[in-house]
């Protein structure tokens, strides 16, 4: 167990390695409550959100969801979100845990002008994940939603195991999977059906380290690692969430126009390193030699095989053309550039 | 989690296991579990001096990096090369298989093995760990 932004989290069930393999192979069951909800509904709900997120969520279906951020009136990311629109008039919004109360307090700031009431819902919420080639069969025995119908990045209202639940075709593995927002009194119960419907299937419950691990090969950006408020949607490679074509104003989009057109600052590269030795969050990255940037996340990928690492390099010449390093504790680990993400599966 | 009660422990979770003056160490169940998954470990050299207290290699799991240290003074006799291919010997069987490295250890005037005086029993080592936890 660790402690994570107020909770008590699993870092691991067993073996982070194992269960990082049952997700890419079978399935693996997260517990995610500590993420936080907050509901956004009424009639302009979706303007609302509009004004104050990166995306174009008014034109979104009741029934899809979008990854989106919320940035700073300068452009620096405040979190990275997914929302889902449950309703013509009601909204989902999900934020990291170490983030709810400032995504919740901007929310509700950003919404003031509108038709449209901000609730922070996390406490009525459990989050359960189901991830994994193995999770449509497993989940598709609990529910009488259609499963094989439901679109990547979209979700429905009803039961799984009994119980009144939201569940979405998301995840944060790089897998085909769902998530399960359930009432809190509920979800030992679907926990446990979950467990004992996926067990034949190889699911085992699966902690942060290997959500981690997943999130890192599938190139997915993790909040205070790859995103933050001195980096911009563009240094992360994700300029394409920023929606300029929307109408009407958002925060940060003067800022966001000017970032825009710019080359960014820096920019995030995947490296894979050929050691045993990981390189990890902070570490010097070096361009023959001289430091040109710091590696934000790193791990051993069990799918490679390697280590791999997620980087941020300074913009200017060389990086593509010199022989990149990362200094781990002082010795200079030769590493290669590489497209992200390390891992995409097989559709 | 048993510690096995003939070997010796240190603070730092090393265990050292004793015949006439070699040492052999390895890292324990409890700190190879709160580790995670092993994936590399930092040898010391072979041949190499290492003080009581003092780091002499690296302990990499997934999600960090401790440092070794070595529980006794002496010189580095062998290490566990099997490591080099499987790391997780350290989590599978930690006072076995997983063993990292030996030690010739100095001898005191009477020729046994000069043992720091802080080692810690098995029962004394539990204790710690368990207010630790």
Known sequence: MTSFAGWQMPLRYGSETAEHQAVRHAAGLFDLSHMGEITVTGAEAGRALDYALTGYLSAMAPGRARYTMICAADGGVLDDLVVYRLGEQEFLVIANAANTSVVFDELRSRASEFDAVVTDATDDYALIAVQGPAAAGILGGLTEIDLGAMKYYSGAAGSVAGFPVWVARTGYTGEDGFEVFARPADAVAIWDALVAAGTPAGLIPAGLAARDTLRLEAGMPLYGNELGPDLTPFEAGLGRVVKFDKAGDFVGRSALAVLAAAEPARRLVGLTIQSRRIPRHGYPVLADGVVCGTVTSGAPSPTLGQPIAMAYLNAGPGADDAVLAVDIRGEAVPAQLTDLPFYSRSR | ?133
């Open chain 2, 1 to 133: 989690m048993s510690n096995p009660a003939e070997l010796r422990y240190t603070a730092e979770h090393e265990w050292v296991s004793v015949e006439g003056t070699l040492a052999s160490v390895g890292i324990t169940e409890y700190a190879a579990q709160q580790l995670g998954d092993v994936v590399y470990v930092s040898l010391p050299a072979v041949g190499a001096a290492v003080t009581a207290g003092e780091p002499c290699g690296e302990v990499e799991s997934v999600k960090s990096v401790s440092d070794l240290y070595s529980p006794v003074d002496g010189e580095v006799t062998e290490t566990n090369t099997e490591l080099e291919d499987d790391p997780s010997l350290v989590n599978a069987e930690p006072y076995g298989l997983g063993w990292i490295f030996r030690v010739r250890v100095a001898q005191d005037g009477n020729g046994d093995a000069a043992l720091p005086t802080d080692l810690l029993s098995a029962a004394e080592y539990e204790e710690l760990t368990k207010s630790a936890s």
